[in-house]
Structures are given as C-alpha cells and as structure tokens.
T-cell receptor, first 114, second 112 residues
Framework: GAVVSQHPSRVICKSGTSVKIECRSL??????MFWYRQFPKQSLMLMAT?????????EQGVEKDKFLINHASLTLSTLTVTSAHPEDSSFYIC??????????FGPGTRLLVL | KQEVTQIPAALSVPEGENLVLNCSFT??????LQWFRQDPGKGLTSLLL?????REQTSGRLNASLDKSSGRSTLYIAASQPGDSATYLC???????????FGTGTQLKVEL
C-alpha cells in the first residue's frame, strides 16, 4: 500500500511553454502533498505545500505565479511550470502525507527545457 | 534555520565492508529523523524513521542511531552489497510541522 505516482516521468519542452506534472496517491487519501525540486547532485529542496481545497503554501524564494499548484481532490495534486526556461530544468518529486503523517514519495519527473 | 549536513559526500567501498554514514543537524528540536535511499533518477524509499524518544532503529542490515543533544545521526550498513549502491539522504521535520529538510546526501558505491 501507500503508493504515489507521478506523470509524466520525463518531459522535454521548448522554452516559453507550460508543463503540468501530476502527483497521485493511488491507495490512500492525502489532504497534504509536498512538491520538491532536486538539481543534479544536490539534495531535495521543498518548493511548496499543497493543501486539498485551499491555496498552496510556497517556500521563500519560490515564485507562486511560475509554479502553479492545484490540489483539487484528495488523491491528486498538480504542479504547472509556466513559461518554462532552461533554468527550470530539474527533477521534481512530490510526496503525499497519510493521516498518520507519514510521507510517501513519488518516483519523480525529470523536466528538460530546451 | 535548520541545516542538515551529511558526511562523507561520496563513498566507495568493496563488497562486504561495514560502513557508517553520518548526518548532522543544527537545530536539535526535532521529533524524529528519517533515512531515505534514492537510486539514480528515481524517487525516495524510506529506510528507517527514529522518533526523538528512541536512540536507534534496526531493519535488516541497517541500523540508525540518533543523538539529539549532539545533533547527530548515523546509519550503519553491515556487510555491504553492490545492491546497496545509491544515494542516502537523512531528513528532519522543520518548523514544528511536517515539512522535511533534507541533508546533502551521501553517494555510496559498493564494488564487487
């Protein structure tokens, strides 16, 4: 149990376009999901906390208008990178938190912006 | 601000060796610490979670210890195998909530 999926696993897009990444909890409901970014050979950095039915909470330095988060259901959160640029190329990982406050992580999405 | 550091950043050992990975954190007001494994290009797998009231946790060949007062945790891997090759990350909750601050990671390679 406690499986989290992400889609797509890899995406290549042109500079200036928008990309949507989905995070789903497959066998449990998650009122809270987290979005992380990981640059090559670096650790995970929390970007934002996604709360079902309310606005996301962004970490300092993360542009909320650039990284749009929607948590419309208890099993799905989406991260949209708007007007993507090459510096947005990164590995994006989500986690979903159970009622027991345990986080389960998705397999990640690798974004490459050309 | 909580800062989490892991030493060494990279480690290469022959198969069969016992090894220790280190994690240190600056703010000792944590209620647990978690160790994760990350394979290249993949997500995270939780290995062990130690509550602040515990001193250690064991799972198979893995043993994690926690010393809150000194701001340190160690992950001990016994009889290492090539399949243990991965990046190991420690993480602590931040700000009294469920947000995690991750360490800088140790990239482990176990060679035949």
């Amino acid at each position: 149990g406690a499986v989290v999926s992400q889609h797509p696993s890899r995406v290549i897009c042109k500079s200036g376009t928008s990309v949507k990444i989905e995070c789903r909890s497959l066998d449990f409901q998650a009122t809270t999901m987290f979005w992380y970014r990981q640059f090559p050979k670096q650790s995970l950095m929390l970007m934002a906390t996604s709360n079902e039915g309310s606005k996301a909470t962004y970490e300092q330095g993360v542009e909320k208008d650039k990284f749009l988060i929607n948590h419309a259901s208890l099993t799905l959160s989406t991260l949209t990178v708007t007007s993507a640029h090459p510096e947005d190329s990164s590995f994006y990982i989500c986690s979903a938190m159970t009622d027991q406050e345990t986080q389960y992580f998705g397999p990640g999405t690798r974004l490459l912006v050309l | 601000k909580q800062e989490v550091t892991q030493i060494p950043a990279a480690l290469s050992v022959p198969e069969g060796e016992n090894l220790v990975l280190n994690c240190s954190f600056t703010d000792s007001a944590i209620y647990n610490l978690q160790w994760f494994r990350q394979d290249p290009g993949k997500g995270l797998t939780s290995l062990l979670l130690i509550q602040s009231s515990q001193r250690e946790q064991t799972s198979g060949r893995l043993n994690a210890s926690l010393d809150k007062s000194s701001g340190r945790s160690t992950l001990y891997i016994a009889a290492s195998q090539p399949g243990d090759s991965a990046t190991y990350l420690c993480a602590v909750p931040t700000g009294g909530g469920n947000k995690l601050t991750f360490g800088t990671g140790t990239q482990l390679k176990v060679e035949l």
